[in-house]
């Protein structure tokens, strides 16, 4: 129902802009009514939806168990989110600007940086953030959502763990074994304890 009114919203507004995946897919609509019909653009704007909060929620309770599992990781965490990047203090309300250009062409983090060598990913575990596992997938089939993922993924684990304290229910470690389901969701053993930063 919401997204139905969320299509009518679009139709009745009356603007001409191609900015949002709702007004495209109208677009398309217009060019191939038999194709794109309401039930068909709604659920690809569902798909689209439940694709990235699904994974990213199951994403970031792995990621919660295993700073849990590890409270040696999770204090370093927060220390970073709280005072270092890089190396440097950053002071409350900093705003910082990040050069990829100049990460990219380190000499002291690649070899030859000026040159383009794509096997250098698999070399020594270099770049294995951005390239070596590939979780979107790559090329046309890659996922539409990374953009999104990436940055909901950081921001929410970043504030999770900068703005609370966390505990397991118990001594117990919290079991790594995934459970069953296309992205492997687990039972929840821990809690969150609001601290100064929360406020």
């Not at 897919?25 to 990235?52: F, H, M, N, R, W």
């Not at 929410?156 to 703005?163: M, N, R, W």
Request: glycine share 8%; with cysteine.
């Amino acid at each position: 129902m919401a997204l139905q009114a969320l299509l009518d919203k679009q139709r009745n507004d009356g603007s001409d802009t191609r900015n949002s995946t709702i007004s495209h897919l109208l677009s398309l609509q217009e060019l191939q009514p038999q194709y794109y019909t309401d039930e068909i653009v709604k659920g690809l704007i569902l798909a689209l939806i439940l694709a990235g909060t699904n994974t990213s929620a199951a994403t970031l309770e792995w990621a919660m168990s295993n700073l849990l599992n590890h409270p040696g990781v999770l204090e370093k965490a927060r220390a970073e989110i709280e005072l270092h990047v890089g190396g440097y203090d950053v002071p409350k309300d900093t705003m910082l600007l990040i050069n990829a250009w100049a990460i990219h062409r380190d000499p002291e983090v690649w070899d030859d940086p000026e040159s383009f060598k794509p096997e250098r990913i698999l070399e020594n575990g270099a770049g294995i953030d951005s390239c070596k596992i590939l979780p979107f997938g790559m090329g046309r089939r890659a996922c539409p959502g990374i953009g999104m993922a990436n940055r909901v993924i950081g921001l929410t684990l970043g504030s999770l763990v900068q703005c609370f304290e966390w505990e397991r229910v118990s001594v117990e470690e919290i079991d790594m074994k995934g459970g069953s389901g296309l992205i492997m969701p687990k039972p929840s053993r821990w809690w969150p304890c609001a601290n100064h930063a929360f406020y």
